[in-house]
């Protein structure tokens, strides 16, 4: 088993104006797994996961501290190319948000951005992710339509598809099926665990059925802070902090 | 090479993004400057304290005390009317048609089509209206003239305030046995107040502002009217004429009337920014 | 509960009001139309649309009513306003959205909304102090053009500086309507913020774009005192930005006192009046469905 630390996020601590959101984190996150941030709404685990790909950058009054550590790089004291480190993540959101072009150009977008416009590399590539998010079979012949045109469910997945054609080294899924039906919530989830051998994935939820469905690895915080952290299994059978009991117990939500 | 050829493509963009905003600001302060500046040496008391004098636009003795006065009866009395048929319209659409999602953005979308109806064309309607009604010119005529141009927008601007009541208070007021009228005017009103009345004072800028609608319904006289069925002067028509006389002093006059004016529409604007201001503060979030 | 009868009484006084007052608001376009309409229909009984709103020979009193230098003169002011402030107010608004910090959009804020407030008769006086003089001393000798300023561009300036804030303020309402989590989906394929503002913002926004300045347009076809104060009003076909004309609305305004003394006259000016409604009309429609339907798809 590979057992590496991939993200390392070490003291963070971030406010916004004079509200503190995040309190001291310090949280390990290992190499091909499925490391779920879990809590109750609010707590901070967004925030958390926006700090990892800098979106944070474009709020105002925004203070962050701290180091993140990615493949032994520190993210927040680099001032780099932020958008190479951008594509080090692809990112699925609460709601799927397809850009305002076809399906195709949806996931070549990525690509173009970054320079590679010949025509039959992109063709190859968009129908690799396609299938790799499941989603070719439904659209291989109307990859021009827009992709608003899609439901839901395969919106999220062509979205899944648009994040890895940037060939990144991390997922990062913010309540990906918040908004979807059953089903492609299913579809999703068991694209994450055929996607981790090749990704490293951190999912936010605060769903805690999913999180005991899918996850290697638990985060729990509570109200901008890390509460506990560890294997699944341990986690959900041998609970150590009280509060963790409590959330375990659904006493809060 | 490329990423280069982006980021100085961006920086060129940001530049002229940032001119852009900083000659609408300009703009305005070359505008509120100009108007100062050619206006404030002819200002005096007698031309706001008196009405024109016998020679009064060859550049003699007397003031606009008309048509500031004029302009004032002109916009309050529309502003007025509006107010009696705007609010209950936009009442009607928020608290009976609540349901009517449809209904409701139907009636809005009209009211935004009446909105971009140009003035000159409620001018030229309402003189129609005169002659076909046999009334003459005169200030009952232009208020409701000015009343038909400023409705939508008394009700635009009264409809965003009460669309922002939250549903869960009307539910209350029904729980509690009220009707929807009731509801209405003592819930929506009463928790809107200072909503309404930047609603009224947008519309009453409006009003005094407006020379097109009034040119052909009030008429132009050197007198104070003392009744509604008389014409009256406003002062944009003032400044308007004055300026088209070619006698430097009269111009001038034009220019000082010009700045009378302005001073009016910016009392009026701050001091509707700063009641929606305080508005917001003291709105209670449910 | 049982209502008691006079509270029965106010309530239905006050339902029946808010009915006829609803009612009056919905009709009042129709009622407009058909005022003006039955005082041009006189025109119309003589002459057929055609050769009105295409024949240069207006000579009112000579029962010539030809609409066409009008019309023209409307057009190049309106289209060349647009020109001017729609790049203006683009580049303003974006910067606003997307790029400037919280506190320059606080002090833009009551800038726009006054320059929105200022009445057009204002704005005529200052393009008589300001723009009138500057065209006729410095951007015309520019183009070896000799001219007293009162021109087609000099209406064109102000009417563009008066719509500015009117389209600027609806542009800012389209770019925030844009979820913000667009553009961080679009940031995080490893796009620059100019790129994400390009391809993504620029595109998702795009019908709401062309619908603020299809509003513009219609709002400067219509404006009266302003323009016609700066553009000097000479009835004839114009040939270039430097020569003076003479729009639809200030043919209105400018004639409406001898119009009762010459036949016809009036039903003409009504006609006239009737084209900018309808035209007015027909181009508010499309841009405020344009406009629903983009607010819808988001």
Redesign the interface.
């Known amino acids: 088993m590979n057992n590496h630390t991939k993200i390392n996020i070490n003291n963070v601590n971030l406010s916004i104006g004079k509200q503190h959101i995040l309190k001291n984190i310090n949280v390990e996150i290992p190499e091909k797994k499925i490391t779920v941030i879990l809590g109750p709404s609010g707590c901070g685990k967004t925030t958390l996961l ?1 700090c990892l ?1 800098r ?1 944070t950058d ?1 709020y ?1 009054d925004i203070n962050v501290s701290g180091n993140i550590f990615i493949n032994n790089k520190d993210i927040l004291k680099s001032n780099g ?1 932020i ?2 480190l ?2 080090k ?3 699925l ?3 799927p ?1 397809p ?3 076809s399906i195709y150009d949806n996931v070549a ?2 690509l173009k ?3 590679r416009k010949k025509k039959r590399f992109l063709n190859k590539r968009v129908e690799h992710y396609l299938k790799q998010a499941s989603l070719w079979e439904e659209t291989y012949d109307r990859l021009k339509e827009p992709a ?1 045109s899609l439901s839901i469910g395969q919106q999220q997945r062509l ?1 899944l598809a ?2 890895l054609a ?1 060939d990144p080294e991390i997922i ?1 899924a913010d309540e990906p099926t918040s908004a979807l039906d059953p089903l492609s919530s299913q579809a999703i989830e068991e694209k994450f665990i055929h996607l981790k051998q090749y990704y490293t994935i951190v999912l936010v939820t605060h769903i805690l059925r999913q999180a005991k469905r899918i996850a290697d690895n638990i985060v729990f915080m509570y109200l901008g802070e890390v509460i506990e952290q560890g294997p699944a299994e341990s986690f959900f059978n041998n609970p150590k902090m009280e509060k963790t009991k409590a959330y375990l117990s659904g006493a809060f939500n | 090479m ?2 280069k050829r982006k980021k100085i493509e961006e920086k060129i963009f940001k530049v002229l993004m940032v001119l852009a905003t900083m000659t609408i600001a300009f703009a305005l302060m070359l505008i509120i400057y100009s108007i100062l500046y050619k206006g404030l040496p002819s200002l005096s008391w007698e031309m706001i304290s008196q009405t024109p004098k016998g020679g009064f636009y060859f550049g003699k003795e007397g003031g606009i005390l008309n048509a500031i006065i004029g302009s004032l009866y002109l916009s309050i009395g529309a502003t007025f009317l509006a107010f009696i048929v705007g609010l209950p319209v936009a009442l009607y659409i928020n608290v009976h048609l609540v349901k009517r999602k449809k209904i409701v953005n139907a009636i809005r979308f009209f009211l935004d089509l009446l909105w971009g109806v140009p003035s000159i064309v409620y001018g030229a309607f309402g003189f129609s209206l005169m002659i076909y009604m046999g009334i003459r010119t005169s200030l009952l005529a232009g208020i409701i003239t000015v009343a038909f141009l400023i409705i939508p927008i008394m009700i635009r601007a009264m409809d965003e305030v009460f669309k922002e009541v939250p549903r869960g208070l009307m539910e209350a007021a029904f729980s509690l046995g009220s009707t929807k009228s009731e509801t209405a005017y003592k819930i929506f009103f009463r928790q809107c107040v200072p909503g309404v009345i930047t609603a009224i004072l947008l519309s009453l800028g409006r009003g005094i502002g407006d020379a097109a609608s009034v040119m052909f319904t009030t008429g132009y006289t050197d007198h104070i009217p003392t009744s509604l069925t008389q014409p009256t002067a406003t002062l944009p028509l003032s400044i308007f004429f004055q300026l088209s006389s070619p006698i430097p002093e009269v111009q001038n006059r034009a220019y000082a009337s010009a700045l009378v004016l302005t001073i009016i529409i910016l009392i009026i604007s701050l001091s509707a920014r700063m009641i929606s201001g305080k508005y917001q503060k003291n709105k209670i979030n449910f | 509960m049982s209502i008691k009868p006079g509270r029965n009484i106010r309530n239905r006084f006050h339902n029946i009001w808010m009915l006829i007052c609803i009612l009056l608001i919905v009709l009042m376009p129709v009622i407009l139309a058909f005022g003006l309409y039955f005082k041009a229909s006189l025109l119309l009984s003589d002459n057929s649309v055609f050769s009105l709103l295409f024949s240069k020979d207006w000579q009112p009193s000579k029962q010539n009513f030809g609409f066409y230098s009008f019309i023209l003169s409307s057009l190049w002011i309106t289209i060349l306003s647009l020109a001017i402030c729609a790049p203006v107010c683009l580049l303003s608004a974006i910067y606003l959205t997307q790029y400037a ?2 506190n320059v959009l606080k002090l833009m804020h009551p800038v726009i909304d006054i320059l929105a407030g200022i009445p057009s008769v204002i704005y005529g006086v200052w393009g008589i102090i300001v723009i009138v003089p500057l065209i006729a001393n410095h951007i015309a000798p520019l183009f070896d053009v000799e001219t007293s300023g009162y021109t087609i561009i000099a209406g064109a300036i102000v009417l563009a500086i008066m719509i500015i804030p009117f389209v600027l303020n609806i542009l800012i309402e389209v770019f925030n309507t844009i ?1 913000e ?13 100019w ?1 994400t503002i390009k ?2 913002l620029f ?2 926004a795009f019908p709401g774009i062309i619908s603020a300045f299809g509003l513009g347009l219609s709002r400067a076809f219509g404006e009266t005192i302003a323009v016609l104060m700066v553009v000097g009003n000479v009835v004839k076909v114009p040939k270039g930005i430097f020569q003076p004309g003479y729009p639809l609305p200030a043919l209105i305004a400018n004639n409406y006192g001898e119009m009762m003394s010459i036949p016809m006259y009036d039903s003409a000016l009504m006609m006239a009046a009737l084209i900018l409604f309808v035209v007015v009309l027909l181009f508010n429609f499309a841009s405020r469905f344009a406009i629903t339907r983009f607010e819808l ?1 988001i």
């Open positions: 926006k790909n979106l474009s105002e190319d958008t190479e951008r594509k993540m692809g990112l959101s609460q709601r948000y850009l305002p072009m977008y990525g951005i970054s320079g608003s979205c648009r994040g940037v990062l | 490329m990423i | 910090r919280s979820p989590q667009l553009t961080e989906a679009s940031l995080s394929l490893g796009a620059s913020k790129e391809f993504v595109r998702k798809r």
